[in-house]
């Protein structure tokens, strides 16, 4: 149920929004796409997405191209102005993770044979019928493919193409779509753009020879990889974004802000210390509040919602040279740290949420039994005062970049946060995290882990790999890749009424997810998954069935990271899949305790979940179990033993892991 504000920010939202809607001035209209856009694909512009037709050569970028969007060709919203393409076009290629849109008038997935959400397998078959080509390493790459659940009109449903693991960062790709069916069998043919570019050569004052010629290196890779022009519908490459286009941003700020602090302590103050009574709180013993002192790198000061990064002139973030707000911080220290010294964590808080979530029962639970003291700080960008900027932005597109970049603003904060925590001049000098002999409550001696839920699982990956101090962290019904995730939460039911009055047109929804997703991919695990366990260790905590995360995108991040999965992760029979958790290597229970990144899968009875691009929405979907692997104590031993000595261990006997139902 939404909270009172997100309802009144809701109606807000969708009033503004209504005062300049279709009726009242034109829309972008759904149809042929114009100058700028890619001639293969006439129906809308940006299709096929992602797409080097919309990027040029750049040899100053890690990849050698750069994104090239023209101000005419992203797709205005209703009531909005034209996008400014300047925070897409800083990328020098397309999401690791982005979802590949294509439009096939008439096309039956399954006629087609396809390979769908269930047998992900079947997509590297030698006649898979998409084909997804690593053009430097010639490798296939895995995928499943479905169309658009959420289409209104069959005429303009997208077919929807998402990599079962993220495409290799800084690498090139070619797509083809071959022997495609209708709903009667019957073979697609090329629509005549595309069957022209593939036919003889075309004379240079042809309107397709400069399509002709920028696609004849993908069409060689390819026909060398066996995919031959015959059958083809379609045909298109893309460039996906390298290492420091992707966390150039983040590891800018953190260097910078980090080489100022030297080997101190970030500055703090505390503000408040409540003392509880056994009576009044027999897990807590003692809650602080403070301030923690960080650089701003946004461009406001004070770094309001809808703030963006200041950038100099290279075009890279630069720090604001003026006083600004410190963070404020929140920290539970449980009665067991005044007998031994508590395990410092920081908390990542839920959706749109506040740092006060880390007094909720499961955090103070976990805290008092396997002696942890949890700070936080309020993600910003994604906390509870950012709520107007992300409704705003799906409204219009132009806010959007306020919210990754004013993430990284907000991961920074914790990354002071825990600095001062473990730095022996920090926090546990203060006499709010001393006992009355003078003792520290904290263990400032063996580094800081990291625990997170929901969002905080989601941005919690980039956080970790950002961090110089946190080396394990547990990422709590987790997934990544917002792209991908929210058509299947329950959670964007309110934001989807904005994204509805917006762009109305279900085609152009999905373009818009995945525009979305490049500048979003510089503030989430998505953007850093394939360099998160490099020098660290996660801990995914899966909910089978889970109605506000789906498994679909923990199970990429898995195979994207390389975590192995605890085995048995379910019973035998309760996934639809033909190999289930395909892709994702697994650790029989006799080779724990587990060094290494891992994935536990939590079962609490819920049913499976939805094979479409739908939420797990009505009573068929039974209980939300969310909330269930971090109310289990049985999470909590194998997070605590996780986060303290680096070994996953078994915590469910021979079984599948289950959980309880939470009240």
Known sequence: MLHRLLRGLLAAAL??????????????????????????????????????????????????????????????????LPIDPTAWNRSDGFSPGSTLIAHVPGLDPAATGAAPITDI??????????????????????????????????????????????????????????????????????????????????????????RQRRLHPALKALHRAGVRSEGLYLAWDFTVASTRGLTGDLFTIRDDAFRRLGGRSP????????????????????????????PSYLNLPGGPPGSVLRRGRDGLPRRLPLDTPPATFRCEIPRSAFRTASHPALYGHGLLGRRSEVGAGNVKAMAAEHNFTFCATDWIGMAEEDIPVVLGA???????????????????????????????GGLSSDPAFRDAAGRPLVDT??????????????????????????????????????????????????????LDTSYPDKLRQQIVLQLLQMVWDRGETNGY????????????????????????????????LGARLIAPALAPGRSPDTVPYWGIGTVPRAQLPYRGSAMTVWDSGTPTPPLTNTPPTGPQYGHDPHSDPRNSSAARQQKATFLTTGRVINVCGTTPCTAVPAS
């Open 267 to 294: 500055g703090f103050a505390v503000t408040q210390v409540t003392d509880f009574t056994a009576e009044q709180d027999p897990r807590i013993a003692r809650e602080v509040t403070g301030r923690i002192d960080v």
């Open 121 to 210: 397998g079947r997509s590297l078959a030698p006649d898979a019928p998409v084909v997804l080509l690593d053009t430097r390493t010639g490798e296939r790459w895995p995928y499943w493919a479905e169309p658009d659940a959420n289409a209104t009109d069959p005429a303009r449903r997208a077919l929807l193409i998402h990599p079962a693991r993220n495409f290799r960062e800084g690498h090139h790709y070619a797509v083809a779509l071959r022997n495609l069916k209708d709903g009667a069998g019957r073979t697609i043919a090329a629509a005549g753009p595309f069957a022209a570019v593939i036919g003889r050569p075309l004379p240079g004052g042809h309107p397709l020879h400069a």
């Open 529 to 560: 998954a394939s360099h998160l366990t490099d020098r660290h260790q996660v801990l995914m905590h899966i909910a089978y069935g889970d109605h506000q995360v789906a498994n679909a995108a923990a199970d990429v991040e898995a195979r994207t």
């Open 445 to 498: 001696r063996h580094g800081i882990g990291y625990d997170g839920n929901s969002q905080g699982g989601i941005l919690g990956g980039a956080l970790v790999a950002a961090s110089p101090d946190i080396r394990r962290g547990v990422l709590g019904v987790t997934g990544m890749n917002y792209g991908l995730l929210l058509n299947r939460s329950a959670d964007f039911a309110p934001f989807q009424q904005v």
């Open 394 to 424: 799906l409204a219009d597109p132009n806010l959007f970049p306020a919210v990754p970049e004013r993430s990284e603003q907000g991961m920074l904060n914790a990354l002071f946060l825990a600095r001062a925590l473990i730095h022996a």
């Open 15 to 80: 009033g503004a929004a209504a005062l300049l809607a279709p009726d009242a001035r034109p829309a972008h209209a759904a149809g042929p796409s114009g100058p700028g856009c890619d001639p293969l694909a006439p129906v809308e512009c940006l299709l096929p997405f992602p797409n080097d037709w919309y990027t040029r050569p750049d040899p100053a970028t890690d990849t050698g191209r750069r994104v090239a969007f023209g101000a005419g060709v992203l797709p205005r919203a209703a009531a909005g």
